[in-house]
């Protein structure tokens, strides 16, 4: 039988020290020196929908007209290095680490790897309305850059795609130091096996994993009683003050302020990896891309074969129709959440 899509190529593997005193100072001086950053949601979601498809989980069709701003958290995200190019220089040798990039390699028995992004997030005290999600995979040919969110998750939980896999792994250190939740959760056997997680704290210390074939979430963390930030916008940013803190802005606005021992960072640092020359080649001069008008072939191939009417897409990255198909003839989601970490749902009432 064809193994669960959405099982990694390896578990994750609890790593230590993964960054050097040296470069968690230069880590943390783009943090704090170069905001404002803004919040993950207005950089990947413009609907509750989207952010739905990507990390809904099995129930949220019981909400009743979600609103994106309903799952907003207090969670931001800036860029040091992406497109295989370090975007702060001050890192450049960290986001062409040898160690990094032979971690990733080690994981997959690759011969190659090639950075790709390499990202932080910074988390005041928060909820987390994630049901698990995996990170957007890509394919020879069709990735993030040119296709959108939906159909890469449905592409990657269809499992019809393998042939043309870019192979991927991440390197993500965590910095959290409190036992208040704040862990890590993953669902290593699959979405209907039962989690795992690792828990706080987390100091320079995180995992080596798998995370586009991987179910996983962050968890809720800092103080319960400081968990929701009454104003926050999709518009709202975060910047650094003086030494130890951060303050959330609308605008010209102060809208929350926060100490670092308060804060859940982390820093993800992510590559493909390639076996051979052969394959580096087969990506890199594009001699077997797969396409939309393939993918869409074979989703409807795979469809008739099961006795699924699919409507013929005219624009199939946006026919409502052929979207809801294949959302629902792939759809799979976390059956179950550790006890310690329970599912947060938004209070829309
Ligand atoms: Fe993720």
Redo the contacts with the bound molecule.
Sequence with gaps: MKEHPMIPAARPRFVEDIYTPDEQAVLFDIIRTRGPWRLIAAQHFSSAEEFLAVAGGRNHTRMSAPALSDFLTPTFRGYIGNYGTVLEQSAHDIYYSRRLLDMIKSMHGASYAVPNSFLFNLRAPAHSFDAG?F?SPSWRGMDKFNTPTWLLSVMAKSGLFDRWELRSGQVIAYYYDSDVDGGFTYWPEGPDAPPARYPAPFRNSGILTH?EKMF?RGEASGPRHMRSVPDLQLDSAIHGVGDSEWAICNGDEEIARYHDRHMRFLFHYGAFVFDDMAELRRYFEHTDDLDLDTAVAIFTDDLRGRGIRCPEPTDPLHDRDFVSVLNSAYAMAPAEYPAEAPLDVPNTA
């Design positions: 999600h990170d995370n996983h």
